[in-house]
Nanobody, 124 residues
Framework: DVQLQASGGGLVQAGGSLRLSCVAS????????IGWFRQAPGKEREGVSC????????IYAGSLKGRFTISSDNAENTVHLQMNSLTPEDTAVYYC?????????????????WGQGTQVTVSS
């Protein structure tokens, strides 16, 4: 069974930072793309970032590039999302996700595997 275990969410003030982690089991980051979606109350789940060792791709949602950095430790089958300069608009449940390609990060219903969410709350 594939499992994606996310951690690292919490409450932070605007301008602060958080680092999310996702440990994958049942699949290898050598062959799967892995990354994050987020869902704010009343909004659709949206792709945040994805990294793929298989084809060397890293993608970010346009508004997040420069503030968020994704990285992977394939030996540990773990992906991290460093989030800096957080704003209240970043408040959401963040979900770890995995699929064959970062191209599938355009739509949540294209994603094969999901982890549980971790809550990120940014206070103003």
């Amino acid at each position: 069974d594939v499992q994606l275990q996310a951690s690292g969410g919490g409450l932070v003030q605007a301008g602060g930072s958080l680092r999310l982690s996702c440990v994958a089991s049942g699949l290898s980051l050598d062959t799967y793309a892995i990354g994050w979606f987020r869902q704010a109350p009343g909004k659709e789940r949206e792709g945040v970032s994805c990294i793929s060792s298989r084809d060397g791709r890293t993608i970010y949602a346009g508004s997040l590039k420069g503030r968020f950095t994704i990285s992977s430790d394939n030996a540990e089958n773990t992906v991290h999302l460093q989030m800096n300069s957080l704003t209240p608009e970043d408040t959401a449940v963040y979900y770890c996700a995995a699929d064959r390609s970062c191209s599938n990060w355009l739509k949540a219903n294209w994603i094969t595997y999901w982890g549980q969410g971790t809550q990120v709350t940014v206070s103003s």
